[in-house]
């Protein structure tokens, strides 16, 4: 058995989810516990709707998503655990395939990762520098690279939570925990992925849709948050696991890219970011070691 875990503030697609996820076969085998942040006015009616007779499903509200996050492990009954977000589809045979794989190894494993799939056709319509060819750029970035990658420890799990099965006893026994809130804090992960044995599967568990709000203007302030939230979580881990470490150069690489399908989020700008993780890291350990 395992869990599957689904932190949201959106109402509306978790319920379509709720509706998918009822549907797979062998869905009374697994535990759902749903964690909600800042819902609209009337979704949690709906949901409790949408909800009725399904006794392996709870649901707990939490005031951030990062607090969602850790509460998921702490409220996890289970070995493993799955990361869902509210707009992701999982395969028909989903159920079936990861009570295969952790039979198999559910004894050794600290992560078993699959494969995700992103579907859909971008309709975003940036504006300034970045308007020219955007979409083929988009696709090149977000596509042919995951490809590139397919038969090594590749990058591609440090996008999310999604498609890696969470060994939670792992996770306790390093206490690794979830910290940074305007970004998506993929420390956690990346640390249980170095750190642990992995069993890499071909196997694709779900898909995900192209979002057009990747493109959503961002104010200054809110960019800057999220800027200092992704120096301060891979400082974090190249302080544990070195700088050198090739796996934490890849995790920076592919991360920081979600920037650059901000409007206006210049190339110029998002290289001095990357440079500056290192830097900051730098000064940090020659300051530790004077000390």
Known sequence: MFTISIV????????????????????????VNIFLNNLKPGDQYCISEAL??????KQYYCETFIQARNRAISECTTKWMLFLDDDDYLTVNVVA????YIEK???????????????????G??????????????????????????????YRIYLGNGNSLLNVESIKKWDIKWKYP??????????????????KSHELIGVYPIQTTVTEDK???QIKLLEDDMVSSYSDLIELFGKENPILYLAVHNSYRQLQVINHYTSERL???????????EVLRNRLSNS
């Open 105 to 123: 190894y559910g004894d050794t494993a600290d992560m078993i990762n699959f494969r995700y799939e992103k579907v859909g056709r971008f309709d």
């Open 52 to 57: 009725i007779g399904l006794s392996n499903v």
């Open 8 to 31: 949201t503030n959106r109402g509306d697609n978790l319920i379509k989810n709720i509706h998918r996820l009822r549907l797979l076969p062998q869905f009374e085998e697994i535990k």
């Open 219 to 221: 104010s200054e302030e």
């Open 271 to 281: 290289r001095n970011l990357v440079n500056l993780t290192f830097v900051k890291n």
């Open 182 to 199: 305007y970004c998506d804090d993929i420390y956690p992960i990346t640390n249980l992925y170095i750190r642990g044995t992995i069993v």
């Open 125 to 154: 319509t940036p504006t300034g520098e970045n308007k020219s060819n955007y979409t083929e750029n988009f696709k090149i970035l977000m596509l042919s690279d995951f490809d590139k990658y397919e038969l090594s420890r590749q």
């Open 97 to 100: 395939m990861i009570n295969y």
